[in-house]
């Protein structure tokens, strides 16, 4: 669909959306977390779908009724691409009952959650080169299952930023986090570099620069 031929309810919904999405990447930065759904939320999916229908036959259908049933379906995928596909329809029927609240009340404007701090993990001389600058900075110590989540984040932000801007020296910055999760894994340098060369023995490497046409 053309921009052009996007409602403006349509418009305004989706840009409120992504305001929200972009205070959240202000406060919390990326977030990486394992997805939790699959076959154990099945009978909740079953049992959502079932009351929807119940309730489309008793005329007594709600927008609570629908996003529920779309969220549980969505929770009983473990495959990526229909995971995908349920939350996109989860996403889009969220909206939609946004669209019918602005109907009824008309839109208002949305104000983004922006209370809290912003948090991020850093390089553990940061703090002292914050102190050098006479500032005092607030920090905390991440807990395991965190620190490993922060360092999954932290990979997707020092790669975003070198596909970005195309500075190799982001590629330092890559592999320290590279190392600090090889180091979660229990990996030292050393071991990171025999896998890889195992790898390489076995497949090749990229030096020839191969591509390979997808059928």
């Not at 889009?92 to 009952?97: M, T, Y």
């Not at 991020?120 to 914050?130: A, C, E, S």
């Not at 395991?144 to 790669?159: G, I, S, T, V």
Request: proline share 4%; aromatic share 6%; net charge negative.
């Amino acid at each position: 669909m053309e921009h052009d031929e996007i409602p403006a309810s349509l418009r305004k919904v989706l840009s409120d959306v992504a305001d929200e999405r972009a205070a959240q990447d202000r406060r919390f930065g990326v977030q990486e977390f394992p997805d939790g759904s699959g076959s154990a939320y099945a009978a909740h999916a079953e049992e959502a779908k079932q009351q929807c229908s119940a309730a489309w036959s008793r005329g007594e259908l709600t927008w609570r009724h629908i996003l529920t049933e779309e969220f549980y379906e969505a929770l009983a995928e473990e495959d990526p691409e229909r995971l995908r596909t349920e939350l996109v329809q989860t996403a889009a029927v969220a909206v939609k009952w946004i669209q019918a609240l602005d109907r009824r009340h008309g839109p208002v404007a949305h104000r983004t959650n922006e209370n809290g701090h912003e948090e991020k993990l850093v390089r553990d001389r940061i703090p002292d080169i914050i102190r050098n600058g006479g500032r005092e900075p607030e920090t905390r110590i991440a807990n395991d299952p965190e620190y490993k989540a922060l360092l999954r984040a932290k990979l997707y932000e020092e790669a975003g930023e070198y596909i970005t801007g195309g500075d190799p020296e982001e590629l330092a910055d890559v592999l320290e986090v590279v190392q600090a999760l090889a180091a979660v894994h229990g990996l030292g340098p050393a071991d990171l570099e025999e896998m890889r060369a195992a790898k390489s023995a076995e497949r090749g490497g990229f030096n020839d620069r191969v591509v390979l046409r997808l059928v």
